[in-house]
Every structure is written in structure tokens, then in C-alpha cells.
């Protein structure tokens, strides 16, 4: 799973942080002056990470990605056993110390997959990729999974179709609208706009039967460009396995909630699991769904329901009748975890956590092994300054993840494993994934907002010479128009808030370990993502042809880690995260007004017969539901911990701004501390419905999947309506910033 | 032609609508009272309209779209002659005076038409529309004029093809960007956005040789809906025909400008006209476009470019290169307007003129003959309650146009005819074209915007019992969000200016003729429009199946005849006229200040090397060039003539509010001078690089077409960065302004 699964939420990243104007952050930004470090210290710093650099070659990369892509290699796949070796091997050689950290995990893989129409006419799906003559690795058909949805339930259905666009509860309310009900019925839905195991919850939520998830080319396919292997983009035969568990309830083992899946660990029975589908799901190709779409008869769909194949989209439901049968082995494989450890010199309990997964789908190149390899090269990097005679001050320790793609399993299973013992010694967690050409995207804790911008402030872009955040910004002013002009002087830019989709979410969510995700991308567009078609002749093609941008990845995880693991102080700070929550704070009291207003027209609007005088009779359009009355949210509790917190976050930055005046006892009392901070904001009661989720401030969304919900335990219980969980969530989130007051507090008077 | 060539152009005008409120004029629209009557004539006038609505029969409407669009009745037809005596038998036997009147107009009809892909494979298109076995009118083939565009030059030419989006200015600045030049190059451009002739005149000017325009299925196919005979939208064999000469320069016959093409009439030669396309220009199917872009190469176009079709757009240009080779017969033909007077008795030399046009592109069920047959239906029951006994005050006139297609050439040149009658006699033109099921749509003069909305609240919709204007009001709300809540307490709705596209084109902007174009629509959407297929099984299947919205338009036109002839004082009002010309003037304000901070925006962009550092640099995309400084506009000489106006229209509205205690005398004296407003607001140098067109309010687009500008002078100078002609044309603005004021003085005088 890649950090960003299309353009579209890269774009939400990027207005993320247009919407989040934070001042007077650039002065301290000069070239030789480091957070974290005395004068002497940021300049051999600085002529180490220069040192770092002249490491990284890109032919590592080339042939690291030409070796780890070479065959299929999903989890449990004996591709994917000798690529542990390997990669376990590669850190042996470098003078790490390594072990591979071995789970047990549910894995089920089809035995049966059935996909037909059986009237109006007959047709049967072929549910198979094409292997093409101009790529090889394609032809590696027999080694590779089939296309599916992992944690799909068994099942054999058969009902009339309904076509229910992105499947997301909107949806099923417009179609609500047309008279249209799924019940005892199998939708067709498209993928985009949510992660994917949101679709058939939904649609069992509203009584579907089975679901049917296909690629429209309008979002992922011939409309975008040429297709593959001519351009990058999805061809008719592509399809994009993947997981559908209710991640957002917990990642990892499904079995095996909050504890490690050991072998011989505590496993729940299939049945008492909760959080496969409800329901047969199953992804196609749009070769497969433009014969099922074109026998659909009903309601012409909405106009931003409509896809770009070359028919007229109706709704149903029928008269085209699908029948559905899946059924998977319900199997339980090994997760090999590779793990491997550079000792620090004066804190070797404090970790600097570096990971990325490298089991695929597929072939996996982009997703995750262009990720992979940047990782391997930052690793024999350091080993090379090692072996040079640097040691760092504290200890690094890459991951390389395997079980990402089912649901984090084994970062998740790992995390679990050693639980106390992170939240004791991790410091930071540093995550990739899919990496190409294109701009920095990164996400993460706000405490480190202002340590990641100097980081990449001197991280160059290969492609124009500037560094990669002014490119950024660049890139942010010409979508945002001339408003954005409103940044200039300011040469920084503001991470987006983490929801899942990546190993980050376990370390941050569950265990309150602050985390950066970072990759680039933007101009490596395509439709591999989870096919037969990500494969290192389509990564060399379109995605990052000379590995510039791996080197690019290499270069910024590197300077993170050399950061972290060498700076007399810890480079956390309190006063961006304190205006981002503010800023949180603030679109919660929006979307409450939102929520009220709305309310209140729809109510007006139905008794003004807006809509019955607005609309074409001849549809016969149901009118919308009447809506209850939006009570006002006290949010006086969370303003004034953010108020204290304000207070604290300054006076400790400008305790902090010149650590010259500290002492080595002062040093080191706070970077004991400092760790400390992301986990006061852990609820220990868990998010509302997912004890799992921990984090107050960030959350993968129930209905939106990797997408972020920040304030989660408010915000969701305002979106769904529910006023008595919404205050009550704001006193718990007032709570956590209330714990985060107390540390600060205390780091004041260090 | 019709009012709204789709419903792109009808949201325009809602859009317009709201963004010109004007409060302060419910008030006076109680049921019983009508703007104009005295109280005692204002109840006989309301039984009248009573009488009226209750001689309408829909079997009428019926049966004359039956008879008029058996045929295909092109100008110059048979069928179109047979037409025309029919129109005059009808209105001779109600008892109207008739007559023909016949001028001698220009209308190229295809001698030969050749379109074909020479490279990279070999591809001839067909060019033809299918016969239907469902429509037996569309085997009329025969009697059919092909697939055409009136007033393209002959030529023959051979080139590489490019792909120009909507063919408009922008389109080819973003060519330009991706270092695309059309010269040489024949361009392949989508209907849509702007009037066709619009699309081979840009083409032209950047240097193009040939231009194709196409269907796209995205604005006119079957990603709307079902198309023909399914449903009503585009099948892949549907073509739009249309003129496509610069009527912007001027409308009517190409060799008379300005005068009457009498059969003895000076005639420009050929090569004299400036009005025809500069290059040969043809319009095909999606069926005939799909090939041709198909084949072509080059950048992906960018996404807003993107149609239906089940490729990847490229922009070219080639390697698909086109043999387009088009000649025309250079006739000239008779084209008969069909006029009909009931004499006035009071006042016998104020005339009310009702006209619609009765020529089609090939059958014209909806385009025209929906609105032909609600005239005539006026016509016939007006002429009923005259054998009751009921005599208009003043001269009510009905004229059937011929040669509307072709650029207005009907009406345009009885306006020429007539000119000087016209200015003395004419009171106000009223006009309709295709109509159909759904909302009112209302253009005209802003002097009349009072007196249709009362006329309008009078009038039922037939679909959910309310009245044609609440309706509206409900649509527009539910469009523009809870915004429009801004209306509450407020009746009425804003009619949109007026561009072109009909025959209200010569009354109202070269003659100075107050003017309202009235239809129904927007649940009639289909893709018949100039095509095979606009037939009456078309029309009574998709359009308005029981005519009940040609009813409803005769209720709205007959309300207005009816009102406008027996008013005691003609219902002009100058307070909404003069808030309106405001609201214009502060968008020309807006549109000052957008062109100078785009100016400042992109040269301070190019400076800071944003578009640089935005963009992949394998797209190898041009930068923008840099801008020229906008100077300062002095707006104050408008702004004092809207000052003067203001009071002035007010003064005069709270003098006429009762009319009561108006002498008859001053009465007969202010009926006489109303009429001459309108002509106060022309300019007898006419409009810059287009002198025929001569309201300085009010004109068709030079780069839009139908789609209107206000105070175009101004606009277009502004628009197209002529600072000094934008100063000037504020002063013939201005000066109008000041004319309409001395008239207002005068009224308010008596």
C-alpha cells in the first residue's frame, strides 16, 4: 500500500496544508544552524549527511529493485522468504545486527472465484490479466495471486445489479433519492474516493449481498493517458488486488488483536472475527464490468456518477442479474519481519526507527520496493560512515516490513510484540513506501513539522536544481491561484495528518510513537498500482527512470535519521503542533455549524417544496429525509488546554532556540522526556468503537479508510450525528492536550 | 436556432440571475392589479386573459407541428414555400391582414464534401446521417440538406491534424503552452461553449487551414443519456448542422448589409463579403470523430479537454493527417416572412411585434416548430376573442421568419426593410424559438423585467401547479445552495440579457427595440438540435409529449400581447433597468482588476520561476508570456449617468406607481415617448470593428457568439486589452446613458 493511492488525495495532502497557515517559522532556518545541535556539532553534522550522499548510488538502487522485483512475492509466497534472506543478508554484510522476527498470520487466497451475468444475456468475467509479449515479469502468471480482495468473506450470491458509483454512504442516500434500494441486491462500485474495504462495508451496511469493485478507466485508465505497456496508465485486463478488511477497527493479524501472533499465541476463531466483510467482494478489470454496466437499465446516473467508458451509466437495479461465488483457503503463514540494528553510543535506548515493507502483490517495483531500496541505500550508507569510525549517539534500526499489503500485519504484529519496550525507547518512527518522480509529500506528527522542513530545506531537487520544499510550495501556489501569494516570505511548507494505508499507522496510532511518512511522487502517475503490471520494466519506463528520486528519499531519510540519532537535543517542538490543533479545532466547530446549517435548510427547503418545484416530475425523485435538530457542542474545554498548551509550547521554544545555555544534565533529563510527548496523547480507552486507535489526534477515518480524520473521536460522532459521543470526545480530547500540558510543564522547569 | 443551444448556456442565464439582485419590487404585483391599467381596465384585462387561456387546445399545437415538420422545409425548400402559404391561410382565415414578404438571400448549399485520414491509416468518413427504422421521418434523406456549415468557404486542403478542445482563444494559448502551432494544421474542435462560427474564425486567426467540429458524447452523446431512438440523446450518427458566418459583424443576408435584400438590392459581390469563414469548415459524428483522434499523437491533452470517447485524447499534431475538401453551390433564394396585423383601434401606429422562426435545418420539430405552433396558437385566439368583439388598443403583429438558420436573414432583413417604421411604431418585439418541458427562460430588455415577472406570476406551471416564476425561483435555489435563501421574501426572478441566436437580434440591438425572448425548458434535453433527427415522434416522445409547455409559452406571450395592447401607459420601468446597467458596470470593474492582478500575478510567477518549478519538465510545457501593465480605467463618467438615471427612474416609477391620476392627455404623451427609450441606448456609430450592432448595452460576444456581452464595448475593449478603445467605448457607454436620461427628464416632465 503506498501512501498515496491516486493523485486525488495527494491533492487533499496538498490542500491540507494551504488551509493551514503557520507564521513566523522560517528565521531559524539558516543553513548552518541545526535544531538540536551546538554550533560544533551541526558543522560535522552537516559534513557527515554531505558524506552520506557521496554513498548513495543509484545503481544500488537499479539493481537492489531488478533483484526484490524479480517474481511475484506476496506473504507466504516462497519468493517472498528469500527476499527476507536477502535483505537480512544485505544488513549482515553492512555490520549490522540483524534477526528476522517471525508471526503468524491469517492469510486467506482464493480457491474459487466465480463471476457471471446471467441475464439479460449470459457473460462470464474473465477475472484474469493479460501477460504481455513486452513485458516477462507479466508472464510470471502462474507464481502471482489472482486479482482479489483479501478477507473477503466465502460466499455464493446471486441477485440483480445496481450500479452505486464510489460506494460511499452519499451515495447509497442519492440512489435513496431514485427509489432505488440494495437490499437482496449486488452492487457495482468503482474504486477511488475511499480506501476500498469502505466500499463493501457500506454496501452491506445498506443489505447488499455481494459487491463488485472495478477500475473505471475515468479514474484509472485510457482517460488519464495511454495505457500499459504503450503509457503508464490501467489497460482493460488491470486490476488492483487488495486488502478489505475494517482496518479501521485494527490493523495487523486479524486474529490476533493487541497481541503479538506468535506462534503459539492466543487466536480468535474464524467467527469471532469482526472485521471481514460482511459480504462476497471481489475487483474486476473494466473490461470485465463495461458488459455488466451496459446492461443496466433505470435511472441514467447522476452526471458525477458518470465513468468514461463508452456507454450510457444507469443504476438499475437489473434487469442484469450477477452471480457471485467466492472461496479461499482461510490459511495461516509466516510474516518475516527483518530487523536490523546500528547500536547508539550515548543513548542506545533511544531508537531512531526506520522501516518500509517489501512484500507486494505483485512484482511489487513500485509498491513497495522503489521504497525498499531507497531504504537499503540510506542503511549501507550509514554502514559506510560505520565503518569510517562514525558512531551514533543514539541507536538506528531499520524494519523491513513484510504482510503490508493484507493490513500492516507485520509492522503491526511487531509493534504489538514489543509494545513496552517502544514506547520506552522509540524516539521517532520514519516510514516510506512507493517512491517516484515528483514533488515531497510528507505526513506525520506535528512535533516534528519544523525539524522535517529544515531537514528538506537542504535536500536538492534532481530535477530543477532548487530544494524540494521550495518546489513544493511551487507547485501549492500554482494550484491554490494567486491567493497563495499569502506565502510569500515564508519558505516552509506544513505536513498533512496521517490516517493509514502504510506501517506508520501502528507506531503512531496504537503506541503513540511520533512518525514521519515521506515520499515523492506526482509525475510518476499510472494504473500498476496492485496489478501484474508493477513491474520493474513499467517502473524504469514511467515511474523514476534513473532512480533520481530514490536517491532524493535516500537522502532525506537519511538526514532525518543522522538528525535524530546525533543532535544533543531532540529536535520535538510544540508550537506548530499546537497551531495545527487549533487549526483542527477549528474546522470542528465549522462542520458543526455545517452540520446545523444544512439541517436547517433541507428542513426549509422541504417545507418551501424547493425540491419538488426544482426537480423534473417525469424522475420521480424521493424527497430528502427531514433532519433532526443540531444541539451546540461545548468546545470550551479543548480551546482552553490548547490555550495553556500555547503558552507552554512557546516558552519552550524559546527556551530551546539557542541550547548553548544548557547543560549536559539539562540535555539529557529532556531528550529523556521529549519521547514522552506523543504518547500523552493517547486515550488509553481507545477511539470510540476501535479500542485499537489510540491516538486522539489522528485516525484513519471509519468511512473513509486511509483517509486521515483528525480529532477523530469528535469529529466522526459529528459527522454521524451523535451529539452525546461528540462532547463527550472533546472532553477526551481536551484530556490528552490536558497530559501533553503536564509534560510540558515539566520540560519547562528542566 | 434556439434560445439555449444547450444547457450549458440556460445555467448561465440562472447564474446571471443571481447575481443581479434587485430588491424593492414585489409589492406591487397583487393579483388584481396590473402594471399599466387602471383598476377598472385592469379586471377587464384579467377576464380577457381568462377568455384567452381557455381557447388554447394542445391538439392544435398538435397537429400544425404535425403538418409544419412532416417535411424537411430548409430555406429555399419546397416544403419550406409550402410552409410559408400555409402560415398565411391560417392567419388570413382568423381574420388577420397578411402578407409575404419575400426577399432574395445568399445560401450556399454542398456540392461536394470529402473528409479523409490519408495518414496513418486510411479512413473515409461517412458524413451521413442514418435512416431509423423506429422514425420514419428521418428516411426523408432525400429532400434533407447533409451535414453541413453554412457560409464555409469552399477549399481543398491536406494537413496534420490537432486537437483544439472547444476551439476558443484559451484553447489555443494552452496549445501554444505545450509548443503546439496550428499553422498548416487543420484543427479538430468539439461543439460546445461557444457558437459554432466562433471555432473556425479562432482557428483561422492562429493560423489554421481546415476545421472540423464534432459531437463530443461528454457534451452530446451518450454520456447524457440514451440516445436516439432509445432515449433523446446523440446517437453516434447525429450531426450539427449550423451557420457558422461571423454573425457577430453583422446578421442577415452576407451581400446586403444594413439594407433590404429586395430583389433589385445592391449586392456586395462574393469576394467582397468579410463574413464568411477565412477557411473551409465541416461538421461530422462522433462516429466519423473517434478514428481521427484516435490516431493522433502527441502530449495527452489535459483533463478538462477530455470527451467520452473510449480513447486517450491526444493533442496531436499528427501523425493523422486529413484531406478535407468541401464546395458549395453560391445561391441565392427567396426567403418569405410571413406577417399578420389586427389593427389597433387607439393607437393604430403602435405596433406590438410577436415573431418566431418557421425555417428548419431539416424537419425543426423543436427548432422551430415548438415555438411556430404556440404563436399560432396565439394568433388563433386572439383572433377569437376579436370576433367576440374585442379590439387591442394598439396593432398587434405576427411574423413567421424564414431563414433564421442561416444568420437571422428573415427578421434581418425586414428590420432593414423597415427600419425607419419600425423605430417610429414598434412598441416592443416578442420572441420565441424552440420549446419544451420545464423552467421558464426569459432574456430581453431590463426595462421590461418588472412587467414580465407580474405577467409570469400569472402564469401556471402545468407540471406542479405554481406559477412559471416560483418555480424558477425553487430551481435557482436549489442550485446555488443555501445561498439563494438570500431571495427569501422576494418573488421575482431576473431575466438574463440578450446576445444572440434568434430573431430578436435585429429588433433589439440594431433597431433599439425593446425586446423579450420567452421559452420553456430544461426537462427537454436531447441531441436532435439541427440534426435528422429533430422530428415529431423526437418532440412527442422527449420534448413536451402533451404540449403542455407550448400551451404554457402561449399563456406567457399571449398575457404579454395582450397586456402590451391594452395597457393605458406601456409598462417600461427604468429602476430595474438602471440597478442592472450598475451591476454591469461593477463587473467591468472586476474585470479591470482580474486582467491587472492576473497581469501582476503571472509576471511576478515568472519571476519567482513558479510555472517552472510546477511543472513535470518532461512535459517540456512552455512558460506563459509575460503580461503588459493594465492601466486605470476612469468609470466615473458612467457611473455619474447611472447616478442621474437613478434618481430619475425612481422619480418616474413613484409617479406611475397609480396611474389614476394620470390625464389621458399625459397618458397618450408618455405612450408616445416610452417606446423611444430603448433607441436612446444605440449608438449611432455603432459598436467598435462592428458597426451594424449598435445598443450599447447589449450585443452577441465577438468570441462567443450567442453568448451575450453587456456594455460590450467596454467589455470586449477590456477583454481583449485595448485600454484606449475600453476609455473611449466608456464614454459612448456613458454618453447613452445620458441620452436615456434627457428622455427620462422629458417623461417625468409631463
Same mark, same amino acid.
Given at each position: 500500500?503506498?501512501?498515496?493511492?491516486?493523485?486525488?488525495?495527494?491533492?487533499?495532502?496538498?490542500?491540507?496544508?494551504?488551509?493551514?497557515?503557520?507564521?513566523?517559522?522560517?528565521?531559524?532556518?539558516?543553513?548552518? +544552524?541545526?535544531?538540536?545541535?551546538?554550533?560544533?556539532?551541526?558543522?560535522?553534522?552537516?559534513?557527515?549527511?554531505?558524506?552520506?550522499?557521496?554513498?548513495?548510488?543509484?545503481?544500488?538502487?537499479?539493481?537492489?529493485?531488478?533483484?526484490?522485483?524479480?517474481?511475484?512475492?506476496? #506473504?507466504?509466497?516462497?519468493?517472498?522468504?528469500?527476499?527476507?534472506?536477502?535483505?537480512?543478508?544485505?544488513?549482515?554484510?553492512?555490520?549490522?545486527?540483524?534477526?528476522?522476527? @517471525?508471526?503468524?498470520?491469517?492469510?486467506?487466497?482464493?480457491?474459487?472465484?466465480?463471476?457471471?451475468?446471467?441475464?439479460?444475456?449470459?457473460?462470464?468475467?474473465?477475472?484474469?490479466?493479460?501477460?504481455?509479449?513486452?513485458?516477462?515479469?507479466?508472464?510470471?502468471?502462474?507464481?502471482?495471486?489472482?486479482?482479489?480482495?483479501?478477507?473477503?468473506?466465502?460466499?455464493?450470491?446471486?441477485?440483480?445489479?445496481?450500479?452505486?458509483?464510489?460506494?460511499?454512504?452519499?451515495?447509497?442516500?442519492?440512489?435513496?433519492?431514485?427509489?432505488?434500494?440494495?437490499?437482496?441486491?449486488?452492487?457495482?462500485?468503482?474504486?477511488?474516493?475511499?480506501?476500498?474495504?469502505?466500499?463493501?462495508?457500506?454496501?452491506?451496511?445498506?443489505?447488499?449481498?455481494?459487491?463488485?469493485?472495478?477500475?473505471?478507466?475515468?479514474?484509472?485508465?485510457?482517460?488519464?493517458?495511454?495505457?500499459?505497456?504503450?503509457?503508464?496508465?490501467?489497460?482493460?485486463?488491470?486490476?488492483?488486488?487488495?486488502?478489505?478488511?475494517?482496518?479501521?477497527?485494527?490493523?495487523?493479524?486479524?486474529?490476533?488483536?493487541?497481541?503479538?501472533?506468535?506462534?503459539?499465541?492466543?487466536?480468535?476463531?474464524?467467527?469471532?472475527? +469482526? &472485521?471481514?466483510?460482511?459480504?462476497?467482494?471481489?475487483?474486476?478489470?473494466?473490461?470485465?464490468?463495461?458488459?455488466?454496466?451496459?446492461?443496466?437499465?433505470?435511472?441514467?446516473? *447522476?452526471?458525477?456518477?458518470?465513468?468514461? $467508458?463508452?456507454?450510457?451509466?444507469?443504476?438499475?437495479?437489473?434487469?442484469?442479474?450477477?452471480?457471485?461465488? $467466492?472461496?479461499?483457503?482461510?490459511?495461516?503463514?509466516?510474516?518475516?519481519?527483518?530487523?536490523?540494528?546500528?547500536?547508539?553510543?550515548?543513548?542506545?535506548?533511544?531508537?531512531?526507527?526506520?522501516?518500509?515493507?517489501?512484500?507486494?502483490?505483485?512484482?511489487?517495483?513500485?509498491?513497495?520496493?522503489?521504497?525498499?531500496?531507497?531504504?537499503?541505500?540510506?542503511?549501507?550508507?550509514?554502514?559506510?560512515?560505520?565503518?569510517?569510525?562514525?558512531?551514533?549517539?543514539?541507536? =538506528?534500526?531499520?524494519?523491513?516490513?513484510? !504482510?503490508?499489503?493484507?493490513?500492516?500485519?507485520?509492522?503491526?504484529?511487531?509493534?504489538?510484540?514489543?509494545?513496552?519496550? $517502544?514506547?520506552?525507547?522509540?524516539?521517532?518512527?520514519?516510514?516510506?513506501?512507493?517512491?517516484?518522480?515528483?514533488?515531497?509529500?510528507?505526513?506525520?506528527?506535528?512535533?516534528?513539522?519544523?525539524?522535517?522542513?529544515?531537514?528538506?530545506?537542504?535536500?536538492?531537487?534532481?530535477?530543477?536544481?532548487?530544494?524540494?520544499?521550495?518546489?513544493?510550495?511551487?507547485?501549492?501556489?500554482?494550484?491554490?491561484?494567486?491567493?497563495?501569494?499569502?506565502?510569500? !516570505?515564508?519558505?516552509? =511548507?506544513?505536513?498533512?495528518?496521517?490516517?493509514?494505508?502504510?506501517?506508520?499507522?501502528?507506531?503512531?496510532?496504537?503506541?503513540?510513537?511520533?512518525? #514521519?511518512?515521506?515520499?515523492?511522487?506526482?509525475?510518476?502517475?499510472?494504473?500498476?498500482?496492485?496489478?501484474?503490471?508493477?513491474?520493474?520494466?513499467?517502473?524504469?519506463?514511467?515511474?523514476?527512470?534513473?532512480?533520481?528520486?530514490?536517491?532524493?528519499?535516500?537522502?532525506?531519510?537519511?538526514?532525518?535519521?543522522?538528525?535524530?540519532?546525533?543532535?544533543?537535543?531532540?529536535?520535538?517542538?510544540?508550537?506548530?503542533?499546537?497551531?495545527?490543533?487549533?487549526?483542527?479545532?477549528?474546522?470542528?466547530?465549522?462542520?458543526?455549524?455545517?452540520?446545523?446549517? @444544512?439541517?436547517?435548510?433541507?428542513? +426549509?427547503?422541504?417545507?418551501?417544496?424547493?425540491?419538488?418545484?426544482?426537480?423534473?416530475?417525469?424522475?420521480?425523485?424521493? $424527497?430528502?429525509?427531514?433532519?433532526?435538530?443540531?444541539?451546540?457542542?461545548?468546545?470550551?474545554?479543548?480551546?482552553?488546554?490548547?490555550?495553556?498548551?500555547?503558552?507552554?509550547?512557546?516558552?519552550?521554544?524559546?527556551?530551546?532556540?539557542? =541550547?548553548?545555555?544548557?547543560?549536559?544534565?539539562?540535555?539529557?533529563? #529532556?531528550?529523556?522526556?521529549?519521547?514522552?510527548?506523543?504518547?500523552?496523547?493517547?486515550?488509553?480507552?481507545?477511539?470510540?468503537?476501535?479500542?485499537?486507535?489510540?491516538?486522539?489526534?489522528?485516525?484513519?477515518?471509519?468511512?473513509?479508510?486511509?483517509?486521515?480524520?483528525?480529532? *477523530?473521536?469528535?469529529?466522526?460522532?459529528?459527522?454521524?450525528?451523535?451529539?452525546?459521543?461528540?462532547?463527550?470526545? =472533546?472532553?477526551?480530547?481536551?484530556?490528552?492536550?490536558?497530559?501533553?500540558?503536564?509534560?510540558?510543564?515539566?520540560?519547562?522547569? &528542566?
Amino acid at each position: 500500500m503506498p501512501r498515496f493511492s491516486n493523485l486525488y488525495e495527494l491533492l487533499l495532502t496538498f490542500i491540507f496544508i494551504m488551509n493551514n497557515p503557520l507564521k513566523g517559522i522560517a528565521q531559524s532556518s539558516t543553513p548552518d +544552524k541545526i535544531y538540536g545541535f551546538t554550533e560544533a556539532h551541526a558543522a560535522t553534522e552537516l559534513r557527515l549527511e554531505h558524506e552520506f550522499d557521496q554513498q548513495l548510488q543509484p545503481s544500488d538502487l537499479d539493481s537492489w529493485m531488478k533483484r526484490l522485483a524479480a517474481r511475484p512475492h506476496h #506473504l507466504g509466497s516462497a519468493y517472498d522468504h528469500q527476499n527476507a534472506l536477502f535483505l537480512d543478508s544485505l544488513f549482515r554484510a553492512w555490520g549490522y545486527q540483524t534477526r528476522i522476527d @517471525t508471526y503468524y498470520v491469517l492469510f486467506p487466497k482464493p480457491k474459487s472465484r466465480i463471476l457471471e451475468m446471467t441475464a439479460p444475456t449470459h457473460f462470464r468475467a474473465t477475472l484474469e490479466e493479460k501477460s504481455l509479449p513486452q513485458d516477462p515479469y507479466t508472464q510470471q502468471i502462474q507464481e502471482a495471486l489472482p486479482p482479489y480482495n483479501a478477507y473477503s468473506i466465502d460466499g455464493d450470491v446471486t441477485g440483480q445489479l445496481v450500479y452505486a458509483n464510489y460506494g460511499l454512504p452519499d451515495d447509497y442516500e442519492m440512489l435513496a433519492r431514485y427509489g432505488i434500494d440494495v437490499k437482496g441486491k449486488i452492487v457495482i462500485v468503482r474504486y477511488g474516493h475511499s480506501w476500498r474495504g469502505i466500499k463493501p462495508k457500506v454496501a452491506a451496511e445498506h443489505g447488499a449481498i455481494g459487491c463488485i469493485i472495478y477500475s473505471d478507466p475515468a479514474d484509472d485508465g485510457y482517460f488519464q493517458g495511454d495505457t500499459y505497456p504503450t503509457g503508464p496508465f490501467k489497460n482493460p485486463w488491470g486490476v488492483q488486488r487488495g486488502s478489505v478488511i475494517d482496518m479501521p477497527i485494527y490493523s495487523g493479524d486479524p486474529l490476533t488483536p493487541n497481541v503479538a501472533a506468535t506462534k503459539n499465541a492466543p487466536r480468535l476463531s474464524l467467527n469471532e472475527v +469482526k &472485521i471481514f466483510t460482511q459480504i462476497p467482494v471481489l475487483p474486476i478489470s473494466y473490461h470485465d464490468a463495461q458488459p455488466l454496466l451496459e446492461a443496466l437499465k433505470g435511472p441514467v446516473a *447522476p452526471p458525477s456518477w458518470r465513468g468514461a $467508458l463508452p456507454i450510457t451509466y444507469h443504476l438499475g437495479a437489473g434487469p442484469a442479474t450477477i452471480h457471485l461465488q $467466492l472461496s479461499f483457503s482461510w490459511d495461516i503463514v509466516p510474516c518475516y519481519d527483518v530487523v536490523a540494528m546500528l547500536p547508539g553510543k550515548a543513548y542506545p535506548d533511544q531508537w531512531i526507527i526506520r522501516g518500509n515493507h517489501y512484500d507486494a502483490w505483485v512484482h511489487g517495483a513500485a509498491d513497495p520496493i522503489s521504497g525498499q531500496v531507497a531504504l537499503l541505500a540510506e542503511a549501507k550508507a550509514l554502514a559506510a560512515l560505520h565503518q569510517q569510525g562514525w558512531q551514533p549517539q543514539r541507536t =538506528i534500526v531499520f524494519c523491513a516490513w513484510d !504482510g503490508e499489503e493484507q493490513g500492516l500485519l507485520g509492522s503491526t504484529e511487531w509493534v504489538e510484540d514489543h509494545l513496552k519496550e $517502544l514506547q520506552q525507547k522509540a524516539i521517532v518512527y520514519l516510514n516510506s513506501d512507493g517512491n517516484g518522480r515528483g514533488y515531497l509529500g510528507v505526513g506525520g506528527s506535528h512535533t516534528l513539522e519544523k525539524f522535517f522542513n529544515q531537514v528538506a530545506l537542504s535536500v536538492i531537487d534532481p530535477e530543477t536544481d532548487t530544494n524540494v520544499v521550495a518546489r513544493l510550495r511551487a507547485r501549492i501556489i500554482s494550484q491554490e491561484g494567486t491567493q497563495a501569494s499569502s506565502l510569500d !516570505g515564508d519558505q516552509y =511548507i506544513h505536513i498533512s495528518a496521517l490516517g493509514s494505508g502504510s506501517d506508520y499507522s501502528p507506531f503512531l496510532q496504537h503506541a503513540g510513537i511520533a512518525s #514521519l511518512n515521506v515520499g515523492y511522487g506526482g509525475e510518476n502517475e499510472g494504473g500498476e498500482y496492485h496489478t501484474l503490471y508493477d513491474t520493474y520494466l513499467d517502473y524504469i519506463q514511467f515511474k523514476d527512470s534513473s532512480f533520481s528520486y530514490g536517491i532524493t528519499l535516500s537522502k532525506t531519510m537519511g538526514r532525518c535519521i543522522l538528525r535524530l540519532a546525533n543532535c544533543d537535543l531532540l529536535p520535538f517542538d510544540f508550537t506548530h503542533f499546537t497551531q495545527t490543533v487549533k487549526h483542527y479545532v477549528t474546522q470542528l466547530q465549522q462542520l458543526e455549524k455545517h452540520e446545523r446549517d @444544512t439541517a436547517t435548510t433541507v428542513n +426549509k427547503w422541504l417545507e418551501q417544496k424547493i425540491y419538488a418545484l426544482a426537480t423534473d416530475p417525469q424522475l420521480r425523485m424521493a $424527497l430528502p429525509s427531514p433532519k433532526k435538530a443540531v444541539p451546540y457542542l461545548n468546545f470550551a474545554p479543548l480551546l482552553n488546554a490548547l490555550s495553556e498548551l500555547d503558552t507552554l509550547a512557546n516558552l519552550y521554544a524559546s527556551r530551546t532556540n539557542d =541550547i548553548s545555555h544548557l547543560s549536559p544534565e539539562q540535555l539529557r533529563k #529532556l531528550n529523556q522526556l521529549l519521547p514522552q510527548s506523543e504518547q500523552q496523547l493517547l486515550d488509553p480507552a481507545g477511539l470510540p468503537h476501535r479500542p485499537w486507535y489510540k491516538h486522539t489526534i489522528y485516525a484513519p477515518g471509519l468511512y473513509t479508510g486511509y483517509g486521515v480524520k483528525t480529532l *477523530p473521536g469528535a469529529r466522526e460522532a459529528i459527522e454521524q450525528g451523535n451529539w452525546p459521543e461528540a462532547q463527550q470526545q =472533546i472532553i477526551q480530547e481536551s484530556d490528552a492536550i490536558k497530559r501533553l500540558v503536564k509534560l510540558l510543564n515539566t520540560l519547562n522547569k &528542566i
